[in-house]
């Protein structure tokens, strides 16, 4: 039906991260990792990139994509909490008004 090298393969996260720190620490080309370890180059290209902080893209300096996710999140909360202060500090009001009667 298909080659061997037309199948696709599933590769663990700990294989993948391996074959990238050996391209990285190794001074090697990507190509010649992956032809000693069996896999494309290609597939190894892409593992890489995404392994790095910003996929490959942006400038020095930039937040990264998971840095940009946290800060959302962080202001997501940052909000609610505003929100649970302001209305504890209506009841605050509300309840020293009634103690005053």
């Known amino acids: 039906m298909g080659s061997k090298s037309n199948r696709s393969r599933r590769y663990s996260e700990e294989f993948k991260r391996d074959a990238v720190a050996l391209v990285r620490?190794?001074?090697?080309?990507?190509?010649e990792v992956a032809r000693e370890i069996g896999v494309s180059a290609e597939g190894l290209r892409n593992w890489s990139s995404r392994t790095r902080p910003t996929g490959g893209r942006g400038a020095p300096g930039e937040l990264t994509s998971a840095e940009r996710e946290e800060l959302r999140r962080l202001r997501r909360q940052n909000r609610e909490q505003a929100e649970t202060i302001e209305v504890l500090r209506k009841a605050a009001v509300f309840f020293a008004k009634e103690s005053d009667r």
Request: aromatic residues 0%; without cysteine; positive net charge.
């Open 25 to 31: 620490s190794s001074g090697r080309t990507v190509t």
